[in-house]
């Protein structure tokens, strides 16, 4: 397991961009592979979730080509994919295996899915519940909570479903399954989560319509290849937005990033604890909205977070764990017991490692409050396998007052392959 060093910089400044967005790039190949004709795919994350993706539909007969510029996908149609011969391993990624859960539900083939420790403790009957409401027949451990999970392919019929989670990956596995069901299926959520399936899906040609608290998908049409380009990831921006505000003298440009309004939570919360985020040309590309986005050195102030920002930002905590640790007064986390459930327990892990550097947390069930601090500690951190907090600990330690080690760090090519020289490329010290 390998350790990184992480020094305190005097600086962040340059221009950089942003590998691509990890839900639009899973989606890309997902959807690709069930529509008719060719999709091309640029600015594909080439992490090793969306690889997880793209390597279970190779095992599903279907031919993508990559030849490091362009992932082209040749589509076999809704009913084109044929029974894999061995388990699906969708490695960490919770979103390769809840959506797959759904999108395999309706084949008419058996098929296995399963992933790393961490994704194997993680909950799933909030994707096979729904699932089975539609005539979905899926088995796994401890009653179909956890995976491995075996799912034979049956007809599915459209349901109405209230999810007591806003969470895109239940929401996207149950629209995956109505694309296969019969009549109409509708999702509901307490609070809007990314939207990037309705999106995506509604330029392939399949019908959903979205409405004020859910999004309705009707069965049986068929999708059409098309050119997609990814955006650059604002959950891997996040990183960088925070580094940049919180390390004195920096100023940092970053292009091209996705900045759609289901996942801009973090720029709402940054610029209301005072970051100083400027967002320019904005334009639009493959029906998401992207942006450039330039940030400098603020001085930060605690707020309250809470309510329908927390699933806008729900991937972007573990940062802003560390922008409150240096914030002027104590900040309030509530609503995101969701974090318990990520990779690792994000709302444990970050509280641990923070205390660590030195800074006061009291943990609560559904979030935590974080007393700021004038100056880190440096410490050693753990990732607890999870490449979130992994970067948010290496963004931490350019801000205390000696080294910072960081644990077990080869997590991170799970999201962001190329973090480590992009960070200190851009860091003055
Ligand atoms: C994702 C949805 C979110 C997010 C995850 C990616 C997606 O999970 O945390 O990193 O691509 O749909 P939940 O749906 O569980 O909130």
Redesign the pocket.
């Known amino acids: 397991m390998q350790n990184y060093t992480v020094r305190p910089a005097k600086s962040v400044r340059g221009e950089i961009s942003v590998p691509g967005d990890?839900?639009i790039s899973?989606?890309s190949i997902m959807f690709g592979s069930i529509a008719s004709g060719v999709t091309t795919v640029t600015g594909f994350l080439r992490g090793e979730d969306a690889l997880a993706t793209l390597e279970a539909f190779r095992a599903m007969g279907v031919q993508i080509d990559d030849d490091g510029e362009t992932v082209t996908i040749q589509g076999r149609g809704l009913h084109g994919l044929s029974e894999p011969t061995d388990v699906l391993d969708c490695g960490n990624s919770?979103?390769s295996m809840?959506?797959l859960t759904g999108l395999l539900a309706g084949q008419n083939f058996f098929s296995v899915l399963s992933g790393d420790k961490y994704l194997r403790a993680r909950p799933m009957k909030?994707v096979v519940g729904p699932l089975a409401q539609m005539g979905a027949r899926i088995s796994g451990r401890a009653g179909g909570e956890k995976a491995p999970l075996a799912i034979q392919g049956s007809k599915l019929i459209g349901i109405e479903y209230d999810s007591p989670?806003?969470?895109?990956?239940?929401?996207?596995a149950i629209m995956l399954a109505g694309l296969y069901a019969g009549g109409e299926t509708v999702v509901r959520e307490p609070h809007l989560?990314?939207d990037?399936?309705e999106r995506m899906l509604r330029a392939f040609g399949a019908h959903v319509e979205t409405f004020p608290g859910g999004v309705k998908v009707r069965g049986g049409a068929e999708l059409t290849g098309r050119d997609i380009v990814v955006p650059g990831d604002i959950?891997s921006a996040a990183f960088f937005l925070v580094a940049a505000l919180i390390v004195p003298g920096s100023d940092l440009l970053i292009r091209g990033v996705g900045v759609n309004p289901t996942r801009t939570g973090i720029i709402d919360v940054l610029k209301g604890m005072g970051g100083d985020l400027e967002l320019t040309n904005l334009r639009d590309e493959s029906g998401e909205p992207v942006a450039d986005i330039r940030v400098r050195h603020s001085k930060l102030t605690a707020m309250e977070i809470s309510g329908d920002v927390v699933?806008r930002a729900?991937?972007e905590f573990p940062a802003i764990c560390v922008a409150a640790s240096l914030a002027q007064g104590t900040t309030v986390v509530r609503d995101a017991a969701?974090l318990r459930?990520?990779e690792t327990d994000r709302i444990s892990a970050m509280a641990d490692n923070l205390r660590r550097a030195g800074v006061s947390i009291v943990e609560t069930p559904d979030g935590m409050e974080i007393t700021g601090v004038a100056s880190l500690k440096g410490c050693a951190a753990d990732s607890f396998g999870d490449h979130r907090i992994a970067m948010s600990m290496m963004v931490a330690g350019l801000v205390a007052q000696n080294e910072t080690s960081v644990s077990d760090v080869e997590c991170i090519a799970t999201?962001f392959p190329g973090f480590v020289n992009l960070i200190e490329g851009v860091v003055q010290r």
């Open positions: 990890k839900s899973h989606r919770g979103t809840r959506l909030r989670v806003s969470s895109a990956q239940v929401k996207s989560s990314r990037h399936s959950s699933p729900i991937d969701e459930v990520k999201s």
